[in-house]
């Protein structure tokens, strides 16, 4: 068992431990047919990689119970062309 899954935070983050669950299991599906990670791990094992998406706050689950990218916000995307 990976050890960010023992941690409470990781729960939290999501709403309860059934919506950990669902977000985990709809994500890994969507892994395994073809979509692209989100991280960048050495580890080849989905469970990881689903995690770390996780704990990044690159996925959660929409109000439909969909799994969804959260957006970059203009602020947190770094310098800009104007910027320079």
Do not use: W, Y
């Not at 309860?16 to 977000?23: A, H, Q, T, V």
């Not at 995690?51 to 969909?66: M, R, T, W």
């Amino acid at each position: 068992m990976l050890e960010e899954l023992k941690e409470e935070s990781i729960v939290n983050k999501c709403g309860g431990r059934f919506k950990l669950s669902s977000l985990i299991q709809k994500r890994m599906v969507a892994l395994l047919r073809g979509a692209r990670p989100l991280v960048e791990l050495q580890s080849k094992s989905h469970m990881e990689v689903v995690v770390q998406e996780i704990l990044q706050d690159k996925i959660f689950l929409d109000a439909s119970g969909n799994v969804a990218e959260r957006q970059v916000e203009m602020a947190d995307a770094g310098p800009t062309l104007d910027d320079l």
